[in-house]
């Protein structure tokens, strides 16, 4: 078993050199103040991996063979008050609560080597240590996060403008955190809100003409859960291609066969523009459908309206990949639904992949920095905005400065939401194990 001893100024710089040397899932031993410097002992996951495997030793034998491992752990955070610690002492004893909970968290390492034997003797030792051990990494990792997160708040006042900003307006803790630590010094929050509106800006793929759609045609098919608009986009869409190319070159398809009145209200506005609306059940009638319309030059297709999480979103893509015909999938997004929401629906739909998506209910979003910071870390290409039910005026083609200027403007609604100034830390120490999501590495700064 390797255990490794890393030394810096600060926390972060330690915790730094501990991914730089044995990456992102090294396992923290201990954290000390020694000569004004920060000392942590930590070792490889792999090595720590390897103490999972299977063994004969009995439960007491497992206790003796892991209790030295345990008790070096526990002592080494408990060995020197936290309150002696260099990060501690420059927040001005501000957290002291942290550091308490910290040190009262770490007493659980002590009891680590006992636990095997006494829970149920079927279930392995090792298994229940390692258990154990993850979860106080998580919390150390927790908890360290916490703490240098309100040193920075202090230090750098100007980085923390901008996270409150940036949190304000909707945007996740880990991609906010990200472009915080990558925002160059600047003597204005001004300066480093616009160098943060530049790189969304920058990240944000959007079609900036109706040319794939109107000009070009095609069959698209509108997809998403049930109640985030997709009907009436569809409408909104075909009248555009009305307007542009006539009644006889525009087909409207609903595979919306569950809710009561959904064909109806397709069938209104497809009376209202002169467009007839086929209605289809399964892939063979689409199929059939498609190849009598294939002379048509568009095809807007309204899909029934899934969960996520229902089984019926695979089938659903599986019926317009099995036509024969290159269906064009837009996803419709609510721009009313929280990041977490958003990301399950994109990876629920996105399937073999989605030519783009249609963010819709902008008018009724108390932020919009949720959507456009799920479209930026998911990579899919904004066709429209949705901002209302006029059909077909609510309905414009995505504009990257504007989107990005009306996330920061709309936060001023939700100013009784904001997180204070000692909430940060605590939100920001549960983003440091997102920022090891791979979305995040897609952003480019540069």
């Not at 009561?260 to 397709?266: S, T």
């Not at 949705?386 to 936060?411: C, I, T």
Request: glycine share 6%; hydrophobic share 45%.
């Amino acid at each position: 078993m390797n255990v490794k001893k890393f030394s810096a100024a600060t926390s972060r710089d330690a915790l730094r050199m501990v991914r730089a040397s044995l990456g992102p899932d090294a396992v923290i031993l201990s954290n000390r103040t020694t000569d004004g410097q920060v000392e942590i002992l930590a070792l490889a996951n792999d090595d720590m991996a390897s103490l999972a495997d299977p063994v004969t030793d009995s439960p007491a034998a497992a206790q003796a063979k892991f209790a030295p491992l345990a008790a070096a752990t526990a002592n080494a955070f408990t060995r020197r008050p936290m309150a002696e610690s260099p990060v501690t002492n420059q927040l001005n004893h501000q957290v002291p609560h942290q550091a308490a909970n910290l040190a009262q968290s770490l007493q659980t390492a002590r009891q680590a080597a006992a636990v095997v034997s006494t829970r149920a003797p079927a279930i392995d030792p090792m298994v229940m240590l390692m258990d154990e051990i993850r979860s106080m990494r998580g919390m150390f990792e927790s908890q360290l996060a916490e703490i240098s997160f309100a040193g920075q708040q202090k230090r750098e006042p100007i980085r923390s403008a901008i996270m409150r900003e940036l949190l304000a307006s909707g945007f996740s803790p880990s991609l906010s955190r990200y472009l915080v630590e990558k925002m160059p010094t600047t003597a204005t929050a001004e300066d480093g809100l616009a160098w943060i509106k530049t790189i969304l800006s920058r990240n944000l793929s959007i079609v900036d003409n109706e040319t794939e759609i109107i000009e070009q045609g095609g069959v698209f098919a509108l997809v998403g859960p049930t109640g985030v608009g997709k009907t009436t986009t569809t409408a909104k869409l075909a009248a555009r291609c009305v307007m542009r190319h006539g009644a006889s070159k525009l087909a409207l398809i609903t595979t919306d066969a569950y809710r009561i009145g959904a064909y109806e209200q397709l069938r209104i506005y497809g009376k209202i523009l002169g467009v007839m609306v086929h209605s289809v059940k399964d892939e063979a009638d689409l199929r059939i459908a498609l190849e009598e319309l294939k002379g048509k030059h568009t095809i807007l297709i309204d899909t029934v309206g899934v969960s996520q999480r229902d089984r019926m979103v695979s089938e659903q893509v599986a019926m317009l990949q099995g036509t024969g015909v290159d269906v064009k999938r837009l996803l419709c997004m609510s721009a009313t639904s929280t990041s977490e929401t958003l990301n399950e629906v994109v990876r629920a739909y996105k399937g073999s992949g989605l030519a783009g998506c249609i963010m819709t209910k902008l008018d009724e979003a108390a932020t919009i920095g949720n959507v456009l910071d799920v479209v930026i870390r998911q990579k899919l290409n904004l066709y429209y905005v949705a901002n209302g039910q006029r059909v077909p005026e609510d309905l414009h083609v995505a504009n990257q400065r504007y989107l990005v200027d009306r996330a920061f403007k709309l936060k001023r609604e939700s100013a009784p939401f904001q997180f204070q100034d000692d909430e940060l830390p605590l939100v920001m120490a549960n983003a440091a194990h997102a920022m090891n999501d791979q979305t995040l590495s897609g952003v480019h700064i540069g």
